[in-house]
Structures are given as C-alpha cells and as structure tokens.
C-alpha cells in the first residue's frame, strides 16, 4: 500500500465520501461542456451519484456509504426547488455535529447495543464483586445504566465523544451515582490500567488500535468485550452469539501476559 493509499484510509468515512464526491463532479463537468448534445438534468445527477459511489466503493466506504453516494446529489438537487429559512441548514449542521462529530473524527459511528448484549454483559461480571468496568464509546449509556442497578457493588464508567449523545447519556446515569459516571471525550485518551473489564462496540476500523492500546495498558489476565467486530489477527477466547442481526456477537478477549510489537495504521 502506498503512502498516499495509507492515509487516505486514515480519514473519516464522511470526509473520505465528500471527497469522492468531489472527484466525481470535475469529469461529468468537463463531459458536460465537452458534449455538443444538451442531456436533462436527471441524467447528470444520476451520473454524479453512480461515479461517487463506484469511487466510493474502490476506496473501501461500506455499503451504507456507497447508498449515500447516490442519493446526496439527488437530495441537493431537489433542496434547490424548495425554500427553506435562512436558519434551517446552519441548525441542521450543528444538531449533526452534536450527535455525530466525535464519530466524524475517530471513525467510530453511533451503534445502541440491545438487551441481550446487556444480559450477555452482565455474565461476565461475578455478582457481589468490586470489578470496574468502562465501556469505550458509550452511546446513549444504556449498557453502563444496566449493569450498575444490577451490579451495585460494581464501578462503571462511560466516555463518549459526541456532545449531545454524551449529555444525554450523563443524565440517563445521574440517578446511578457513585458507582455509574460519564466522561465526555476521546476513549483515545483514557487510561485502561485500573480496568477490569472494556467494553467496546466500535467499528472494524480502530480495532486493531484498539488492541494495541489494551494490550500495553490492561492488566495480564482481564477481559476486552467486542461487540461484533474482531480484532484482526487476534483469536477471541469465547465468541457469544446475540439475536437480531446476522453475525451479532460479543467476542471475549483476555489480555495476555505479554503481547508482540505491531505496526498500526496512523488512527
């Protein structure tokens, strides 16, 4: 993979598929100028669409993001015949920015575990014991609101980078204090050392990373809990199966008593 491969992998998924769109529009233009025949508009959204999502497809965007290659110059399009307040798109683009800007930036979208996952979870932690507990990315906080009234022996802690998810999670949990609390932030920065259990439900794109920093920072012998995504090249321990999508899971992980050095893509 070349350099400039490297780093373009390394991007956000919403910068990466703004960018296709953009290469996309400079050949259709040249193509619409070059073209003595004057084709309707339809057809050049719809061309902008297909060219931004077969790039978007050849640079590793999922398929969600392959679908929101088509239909954003089709959206624009028809915003152009409707009148909107002056207002509207500024509020639209902080209330985004509110829910989604941590997962912009980190690669990390907002994925809601459900119940069973929280049951799954709850397994794991031995009743009666002080074990601490952090769940990296925390969502809205159900998770960590579950596992506290049913563990109240236990500590939990959240972070969460999005500001108006955190808030929301941060009330969900305020009637849970001592042993339930929200951090607003990077889960990049938070020390694991005290950890006994992380809790994790990410994307495949940090979970290499996410090892790395397990590994060097979890005690030998505790447990690293993955929502569905593996990490690469790294055999879970124990693999519980969930209801509802193909392919759910939580995947267990016990940190081992050394672990090799490894080369990992810039985050």
């Not at 233009?29 to 978007?56: C, D, K, N």
């Not at 307040?85 to 941590?102: E, I, M, R, S, T």
């Not at 809601?112 to 794991?124: I, P, V």
């Not at 022996?153 to 949990?173: H, I, K, Y």
Request: hydrophobic share 55%; with cysteine.
């Amino acid at each position: 993979m070349s350099r400039s491969q490297s780093i373009w992998g390394t991007w956000p998924p919403v910068f990466r598929a703004l960018a296709t769109q953009a290469m996309a529009f400079l050949p259709i233009a040249l193509l619409a100028w070059a073209l003595p025949a004057r084709l309707p508009l339809w057809f050049w959204v719809l061309l902008q669409g297909i060219l931004a999502a077969s790039l978007a497809w050849g640079w590793g965007l999922g398929k969600w993001w392959r679908a929101f290659q088509i239909l954003l110059p089709m959206a624009l399009v028809w915003q152009l015949g409707h009148a909107f307040p002056h207002w509207f798109y500024p509020a639209l683009l902080a209330v985004l920015l509110l829910l989604f800007g941590g997962g912009m930036l980190t690669r990390v979208p907002l994925y809601n575990s459900g119940t069973a996952a929280w049951q799954a979870l709850l397994e794991l932690i031995p009743e009666g014991e002080a074990i601490r507990v952090v769940d990296l990315g925390a969502g809205l906080g159900g998770p960590l609101a579950f596992l506290a009234r049913h563990r109240p022996m236990g500590q939990f802690l959240g972070v969460e980078a999005s500001p108006l998810v955190w808030l929301m999670a941060w009330v969900r949990c305020l009637p849970l204090r001592p042993n339930c609390r929200i951090r607003f932030g990077s889960l990049w920065h938070l020390p694991l050392q005290e950890m006994d259990l992380v809790f994790a439900f990410l994307s495949p794109a940090p979970m290499a990373a996410l090892w790395h920093k397990a590994t060097r920072e979890m005690r030998p012998g505790t447990l690293l809990v993955s929502h569905s995504f593996a990490i690469p090249g790294v055999a879970s321990e124990r693999r519980i199966p969930l209801p509802g999508l193909p392919g759910a899971c939580l995947l267990i992980y016990r940190i081992p008593d050394s672990a090799p050095e490894t080369q990992l893509p810039l985050l």
